[in-house]
Structures are given as C-alpha cells and as structure tokens.
Nanobody
C-alpha cells in the first residue's frame, strides 16, 4: 500500500551539499509525519529529522544548523537538504512515514513505513 522511494544520494567531498528526496504514494501524505533516519556500518539506525503534518520539525543534535527537512504536500514528497557534509555523515539514509506516532517517536520502532534507502558517501 504505502510506498516510499528515496533518491538523491551519491558521493561528495566534505563540505559539499546534497539534497535527498522521498516520493510517497498510497497514503494521504498531508496527514502523515515524515522522517529521515540513517544507518552507518556497524551502527544502529538513528533519527536524523522529522517533520509533522503541521510543519513542525525535530533535528538530531548532530545535524542542527546543517540539515533541513521540508515537505511538499502537493507533490507527496519530503526533502532533506544537507549542507556542510562531513565524513561521519556517510550512511544509508532512509525515509519513513507514520500517521499515528506513539511513545518514543525518535526511535525506528515507532515508524511503520520505510523506503529502501539511498547511499550518501562523504569523502575527506
């Protein structure tokens, strides 16, 4: 039913910018909270940012001031603008969607719909 497709990943140098996109279908997009998670080799999947249906956003401390989440409800798409990229940002970035969040929404378990992920690699 719900489908999420990420795009925009790639290989960039430290300090560069990248914009990820997540195209959603099979849901009433405007009623869903949307999030970006990332997972680096050997590490747990971690929250990067979330945007709720009212437009409010949360950012993990490690990306504050560098990353920006936005959503275009008319296009059923959520974006992640990443600036000043660092090698430690290297990870697979996943898009997630959830209409009804409960408990610790900043954990992977709270989200029911996931994309396949897009690889972001930042070289020094």
């Amino acid at each position: 039913q719900v489908q999420l497709v990420e795009s925009g990943g790639g290989l960039v140098q430290a300090g560069a910018s990248l914009r990820l996109s997540c195209a959603a279908s099979g849901l009433t997009f405007s009623t869903y909270a949307m999030a970006w998670f990332r997972q680096a080799p050997g590490k747990e999947r971690e929250i990067v940012t979330i945007t709720w249906s009212d437009g409010n956003a949360y950012y993990a401390n490690f990306v504050k001031g560098r990353f920006t989440i936005s959503r275009d409800n008319a296009k059923n798409t959520v974006y992640l603008q990443m600036n000043s990229l660092k090698p430690e940002d290297t990870a697979v970035y996943y898009c997630a969607a959830e209409r009804s969040l409960h408990g610790a929404w900043y954990t992977s378990a709270a989200w029911g719909n996931w994309g396949q992920g897009t690889q972001v690699t930042v070289s020094s």
